[in-house]
């Protein structure tokens, strides 16, 4: 899920949610997220988080960026 929400005459903010679904038993850490956003096969932006979290066991959810 995107949005793009305007921040001034010359600049705008991309809004992300990433769907996460974890169907194992156990629980799954990730360490770590990188993500890219590529218009007309140029790269525009990057994305890395380094911090840690947890998708629960047999669960589904939404992480912003």
Do not use: C, M
């Not at 038993?25 to 990188?34: Q, T």
């Amino acid at each position: 899920d995107w949005k793009v929400q305007p921040k001034s005459f010359s600049e705008s903010k991309l809004a992300v949610k990433v769907h996460l679904f974890n169907p194992n038993k156990h629980a799954v850490i990730v360490k770590r997220l990188e993500a890219s956003i590529v218009v007309n096969g140029k790269t525009w932006s990057s994305y890395n988080l380094d911090s840690s979290f947890v998708v629960p066991a047999n669960a589904a959810g939404f992480f912003p960026l």
